[in-house]
């Protein structure tokens, strides 16, 4: 069946580090690829999306590339910020299983100034 | 524009007892969502809804029900509540069910059954 796996937390990084957050999925057919974000006390936001292979999708800083040949979505960003300091999930919605959505686990990030 | 809203935050729960986890959106969205997160784990989806009148089961709707009366409420029911069902709750919606389509969540109820 279809499934989400990312990278392990919790993550600490000093401010304007890099960030990578790992990501690979399984899908039985071609699907969509999300990563969403989760604030203290707050619910998931859509942070960015792509639909097809190849495709980048970028937000606030963040970006993450469709990689069909190595099934990955990893999220990079090159200069964190404290206020990035928050729990990153990566998803995938597959239209074999009628666009259900499939979570990884969540990484945690806390970053220090 | 309040998105989609949860009540309660936080509630704890004795085995056994019932209550219902409230869940509205003000989008006109026709889908919505119930997922649950257990500690270290993803969103496992409980139910969902495609319209008003319209629920199916997801991956785990074991112990739990749901109703979708008008498209901007989606109540989530536990009738005998048991220790393994402590989690936090996100409800979701969404315009469509399409190939990349956003959902957009609740802030989350935390339960805690004791």
């Known amino acids: 069946g279809d499934s989400v796996t990312q990278m392990e937390g919790p993550v600490t990084l000093s401010e304007e580090a890099f960030l990578t957050i790992n990501c690979t999925y399984t899908?039985?057919?071609?699907?969509?690829l999300f990563w969403y974000v989760q604030y203290p006390g707050e619910g998931l936001q859509l942070l960015l999306k792509?639909?097809?292979?190849?495709d980048k999708g970028s937000n606030k800083g963040f970006e993450a590339t469709y990689r069909k040949e190595t099934t990955s979505f990893h999220l990079e960003k090159g200069s964190v910020q404290v206020s990035d300091s928050a729990v990153y999930f990566c998803?995938?919605?597959?239209?074999?299983?009628?666009?259900?959505?499939?979570f990884g686990t969540g990484t945690s990030l806390t970053v220090i100034p | 524009n309040a998105g989609v809203t949860q009540t309660p935050k936080f509630r704890i729960l004795k085995i056994g007892q019932s209550m219902t986890l409230q869940c509205a959106q003000d989008?006109?969205?026709?889908?919505m969502y119930w997922y649950r997160q257990d500690p270290g784990m993803g969103l496992k989806l409980i139910y969902y809804?495609?319209?008003?009148?319209?629920?199916d089961k997801g991956e785990v709707p074991n112990g739990y029900n749901v109703s979708r009366s008008t498209t901007e409420d989606f109540p989530l029911r536990l009738e005998l509540a048991a220790p393994s069902q402590t989690s936090v709750y996100f409800c979701?919606?969404?315009?469509?069910?399409?190939?990349?389509?956003?959902?957009?969540f609740g802030p989350g109820t935390r339960l805690l059954v004791l």
């Open positions: 979701a919606s969404s315009q469509r069910q399409g190939r990349g389509e956003t959902q957009y």
């Open positions: 899908a039985t057919g071609y699907p969509s």
């Open positions: 792509a639909t097809k292979a190849d």
């Open positions: 998803a995938l919605s597959d239209q074999n299983t009628g666009n259900q959505f499939y």
């Open positions: 989008m006109n969205h026709n889908y």
């Open positions: 809804s495609v319209g008003a009148g319209i629920t």
